[in-house]
Every structure is written in structure tokens, then in C-alpha cells.
């Protein structure tokens, strides 16, 4: 490998981290297609693994701490939407990795630096060689970095807008738009739970809670959408 080749460089400074180990960020950063190019015995693609792997426990052990009130069915599906492949790419792009990948010519030509899913995968191979160079907590301050980013200081952010996509399909089916009756408000002023049904032709196709009613919604929106799918509706 090319020793060196990134450290103390601004990508290291985005990052926030300075290896120890160069080659593990080099690793990181080479692609299957430059690696067999040129002969190369090593590319990103084992190191990817081990990094789902630290940022799935890093996000999960974060989130089980910043939102001590939130029920698992949500916190999975927050946890979901910040592991993923978009929130990976849009981490990557405001670290400007695109342009220190190595690449074989057939991907350079093909765009590969600006593809969601290259870029997610070198963004969990340098979590995965962050954790290798300097342990969990070294590691927990590059994923963390993401994850502050990602969601809004003062509440926990909807995993997705399953209300939109729930509509869609109501539409699609010819059936009237969902309503969403608050049925619950627990809790003092500033810690309150809301929960809220989401109602589907008068009858509930989910129920969802959150610190506030737009999240309480989106959740029964998402459990709607599985009973949808699974037929609960016909």
C-alpha cells in the first residue's frame, strides 16, 4: 500500500481523527476495482464489515442514551434511518471522501466517487479502521460526529416520512386519507409522551408514540404501512 498517503491531511482533520496506522485509512479508502488493477492484496470491502458492525453498536448504545424515553420499536427505526446507506453518503460528501478514493478505471469512468452506495460502504470501512487504529473510542468520536449532525438537538427525528409514503398508497388504493386521533399525553410538560393511532377506512392500522405528536404520527404511520403490507387492510 501507498503509506501515508492521507495522514495529516484535511480529510484526517474533517474526520477528526489522526491515524496512527496510516495504512488502515488507505485500506479504507481503495476500492476492489484499483486494488485488482494493481495488484493489490487488500481493499475496503472486509474492513466495511467490521465497521457495520461498530456503528451499528455505536448508534445503538447513543441513541439508548439521548433518547432515554423513546420505546425500541422507534428507536430501531431511528437507528435504521442513520445507519443507512444515505445517511452514510451524505456523511461522506461533507468529509469530502469522494475525491481520496482509489479507483479502478472502469469505476472512475462510471462515476463511482459520487455514488451513494461506494460511498457508504468506504464511510463504514474507515469507521471499521478508525476502530481498529485507535479502539471504541476513538471510534465513538468519528461516529458520533455523524450522528449529532444527523439529528435535531431538540427532539428525536422521525425515522422517515412514513405519513407520505402511507398516503401514496392510500391514494393508489382509492381509499380515504389516513387520520391520525391523539389518544394518550403522559408525562410533565417537558418529558411528555404522545400517542396516536393511525386510522385506516375507521379502523387502527398503528399505533405510534413520541416526544411529539409529528413523531408519535410518523411512527403509527410506519406500523401502518406493515399492516398494509402484510394484507391487514383489505
Known amino acids: 500500500m501507498r503509506l501515508g498517503?492521507?495522514?495529516?491531511?484535511?480529510?484526517?482533520?474533517?474526520?477528526?481523527?489522526?491515524?496512527?496506522?496510516?495504512?488502515?485509512?488507505?485500506?479504507?479508502t481503495t476500492h476492489s476495482s484499483y486494488a485488482n488493477e494493481h495488484g493489490l492484496d487488500a481493499d475496503y470491502e472486509r474492513m466495511e464489515f467490521l465497521g457495520d458492525a461498530v456503528l451499528g453498536l455505536v448508534t445503538a448504545q447513543w441513541l439508548f442514551e439521548r433518547f432515554p424515553d423513546e420505546p425500541e420499536g422507534h428507536l430501531s427505526k431511528l437507528k435504521s434511518s442513520l445507519v443507512s446507506a444515505r445517511s452514510l453518503a451524505k456523511h461522506a460528501r461533507s468529509l469530502e471522501l469522494g475525491p481520496v478514493?482509489?479507483?479502478?478505471?472502469?469505476?472512475?469512468?462510471?462515476?463511482?466517487?459520487?455514488?451513494?452506495?461506494?460511498?457508504?460502504?468506504?464511510?463504514?470501512?474507515?469507521?471499521?479502521?478508525?476502530?481498529?487504529d485507535g479502539g471504541i473510542k476513538a471510534a465513538r468520536?468519528?461516529?458520533?460526529?455523524?450522528?449529532?449532525?444527523?439529528?435535531?438537538?431538540?427532539?428525536?427525528?422521525a425515522p422517515s416520512d412514513s405519513?407520505?409514503?402511507?398516503?401514496?398508497?392510500?391514494?393508489?388504493?382509492?381509499?380515504?386519507?389516513?387520520?391520525?386521533?391523539?389518544?394518550?399525553?403522559?408525562?410533565?410538560?417537558?418529558?411528555?409522551?404522545?400517542?396516536?393511532?393511525?386510522?385506516?377506512?375507521?379502523k387502527v392500522a398503528g399505533i405510534g408514540e413520541g416526544r411529539s405528536k409529528k413523531?408519535?404520527?410518523?411512527?403509527?404511520?410506519?406500523?401502518?404501512?406493515?399492516?398494509?403490507?402484510m394484507g391487514g387492510q383489505e
Request: aromatic share 6%; charged share 25%.
Open 163 to 202: 405519513k407520505t409514503e402511507l398516503q401514496e398508497l392510500i391514494q393508489a388504493q382509492g381509499w380515504e386519507l389516513p387520520e391520525y386521533p391523539l389518544i394518550a399525553e403522559d408525562g410533565p410538560d417537558h418529558q411528555k409522551v404522545f400517542t396516536v393511532e393511525c386510522r385506516i377506512q375507521g
Open 141 to 157: 468520536k468519528v461516529i458520533h460526529a455523524m450522528l449529532e449532525a444527523a439529528v435535531d438537538p431538540e427532539e428525536a427525528p
Open 5 to 28: 498517503r492521507l495522514t495529516s491531511t484535511p480529510f484526517e482533520k474533517k474526520l477528526g481523527y489522526r491515524f496512527k496506522e496510516p495504512h488502515l485509512l488507505e485500506v479504507a
Open 215 to 229: 413523531i408519535a404520527e410518523q411512527v403509527a404511520a410506519a406500523a401502518a404501512l406493515e399492516s398494509v403490507a
Open 101 to 132: 478514493l482509489l479507483l479502478g478505471i472502469g469505476e472512475e469512468r462510471s462515476g463511482g466517487r459520487a455514488k451513494r452506495s461506494l460511498l457508504a460502504d468506504s464511510m463504514e470501512a474507515i469507521f471499521g479502521a478508525t476502530y481498529l
